[in-house]
């Protein structure tokens, strides 16, 4: 896949060393593509000059190492490499699929949620793990991913007050989002499971196994699964290689 | 080694920071003030990739078990070493059992510590810089000993010391750039920011820092975007934040102005109730 799907972007400076490209204000998967078909492209003909690249929902930001001295020239240089029809090896894309309790000891408000949204506990489950969810991006902790594709019954207000301790390994839907806190942290979604899996692990070559592209899905599993899978925190998720 | 005999409030080390980890929300961190903590490094003839300790408000004391040389750079929390008052950003020699420790502040936020070699603390990530969930630990604590090298030489301390732009601690003026967002604003929003002068609010760390007033906001969130360092973002409160070193590397607040990298060094020694004003360059 070489071609550009030809989705309208702009620049814009972001300081001195940074510059960020934009695309429409919506959440769309053929946007993300196109987004990370361009990174690659950009990492490709300038790996040394870009230090970091950071994807967002319409947006691609590169993070100079030093000053960018001519803004105007990089930018049409951008533009060349976006035009260019360059030989790409694409990384394959994976489906990973992720076991979680949805067990009331670690889905502490899915009674709440259910009772507000009338809808079922065991619905509210088969909802949220029938879905495949696309990773758009990573942010807010490290390994924390952002996933498309929640079902709109779903879509439930944030806790008023956000608590100031959620687990690491939590599942919640806050919002139209769902995701994993990979880390202990202050959260305001609403936690309906656990996951045994470890997001994030700086020992590992790959501390964060998933990259913006990949799909992920929540496999439902019992508490006797859970613990069996959480005494082996070593464990890798079952992934399926998706065909590009 | 060096043994800390007292953590002090706010004590980590810190290098350059994280670099090529933003695609799996791994913030940058490093210096606050990585001018202070440059001086610091070139005092030594150290590289500037070497790894210093960001003091913030001092408190802390350390024992030398290693010949060294130091230099501290930065903040003034009147250094002493075995109680003889010391001279900032120059060459300073440390003997075995030397105790180092800080008294009064003086002026400024964060000083810097620097050793010959640097601190040689575990790198994960390629970097040194202490950062929670990613790094062991994210403060030193009492009797944490921190790998440093031996340094035996008859190199003799300088006698001149660096001067350095007193504007760099006193200046309220924060040079920016307009950020991403800046022209959702309207016209009476853009006066309010370019003219007030904000006061920083006891919320502010490495993370971040929130600014007391408030700019009337009723400018929507944005989709999840890309921050960095020095990003100002406008909250749907109205209360401006600026972030510093640890920030998040996405957010989804409009981001209205961008500081430069000399203005993120200024404001790491700035505290709550300190004022600020923004200069916009264009």
Redesign the interface.
């Known amino acids: 896949m070489v071609l550009n799907l030809g989705f309208k972007h702009t620049y814009?400076?972001?300081?001195?060393?940074?510059i960020?490209i934009?695309w429409s204000?919506?959440?769309d998967e053929v946007i993300l593509e196109e987004i990370l078909l361009f990174k690659e492209k950009i990492k490709k003909e300038k790996r040394n000059s870009i230090?970091?690249?950071?994807?967002?929902?319409?947006?691609l930001?590169l993070?100079y190492e030093k000053e960018v001295l001519n803004y105007f020239d990089e930018v049409s240089n951008l533009e060349l490499i976006y035009k260019k029809d360059l030989k790409l090896l694409v990384k394959g894309k994976f489906l990973w699929e992720i076991p979680v309790c949805y067990d009331l000891e670690f889905g502490i408000d899915l009674e709440e949620v259910s009772s507000k949204s009338k809808i079922s506990i065991e619905q509210i489950i088969n909802l949220h793990s029938e879905k495949t969810y696309s990773v758009f991006?990573?942010?807010?902790?490290?390994?924390?991913l952002?996933l498309g594709g929640l079902d709109s019954k779903l879509f439930f207000d944030r806790r008023p007050t956000p608590r100031l301790n959620v687990e690491k390994g939590s599942v919640a839907i806050g919002g139209s989002q769902t995701g994993v806190y990979?880390?202990k942290s202050a959260g305001g979604w609403n936690i309906i499971g656990k996951t045994p899996l470890i997001f994030?692990d700086?020992k590992k070559d790959k501390?964060?196994f998933a990259?913006?592209g990949d799909k992920i899905k929540f496999k439902p599993i019992s508490l006797e699964e859970f613990y069996e899978l959480a005494r082996n925190n070593n464990f890798t998720p079952f992934k399926l290689l998706l065909n590009d | 080694m060096i043994k800390v005999l007292k953590s002090g409030f706010y004590t980590s080390v810190q290098d350059r920071g994280r670099k090529g980890f933003g695609s799996i929300g791994v913030p940058i961190s490093g210096v606050m003030d990585s001018y202070s903590a440059n001086i610091a490094n070139s005092v030594l003839k150290n590289s500037l990739e070497n790894a210093v300790l960001e003091i913030t408000f001092g408190g802390c004391e350390f024992e030398f078990t290693n010949e060294t040389i130091i230099c501290i750079s930065g903040a003034n929390f009147s250094a002493k070493i075995n109680n003889e008052p010391i001279t900032l950003n120059s060459r300073i020699k440390v003997n075995i059992n030397d105790v180092l420790s800080f008294g009064k502040i003086v002026f400024g936020v964060r000083c810097y510590l620097a050793v010959k070699g640097g601190f040689l603390t575990n790198s994960v990530l390629k970097s040194r810089s202490f950062y929670q969930n990613i790094t062991e630990d994210f403060l030193i604590k009492k009797d944490d000993l921190l790998p440093i090298e031996s340094y035996i030489s008859d190199l003799r301390p300088l006698n001149a010391a660096v001067i350095i732009d007193e504007l760099h601690f006193v200046s309220n003026k924060i040079g920016c750039y307009k950020g991403p967002e800046f022209d959702l604003l309207d016209e009476f929003q853009k006066k309010e920011i370019e003219t007030h002068i904000f006061t920083i609010s006891n919320d502010n760390n490495r993370m971040g820092c929130r600014l007391n007033e408030i700019v009337e906001n009723k400018i929507p969130s944005i989709l999840t975007s890309a921050v960095i360092p020095g990003t100002v973002q406008l909250t749907p409160s109205g209360k401006l934040i600026i972030l510093m070193r640890d920030c998040q590397v996405t957010g989804g607040y409009p981001r209205v102005l961008q500081l430069t990298d000399s203005a993120i060094n200024q404001m790491a020694q700035k505290t709550t109730n300190n004022l600020v004003k923004f200069i916009l360059y264009d």
């Open positions: 814009k400076a972001f300081g001195n060393k940074t960020l934009e204000s919506i959440i230090i970091d690249f950071i994807v967002g929902y319409n947006s930001t993070i991006f990573i942010g807010f902790l490290p390994g924390f952002y990979p880390s994030f700086v501390p964060c990259n913006a």
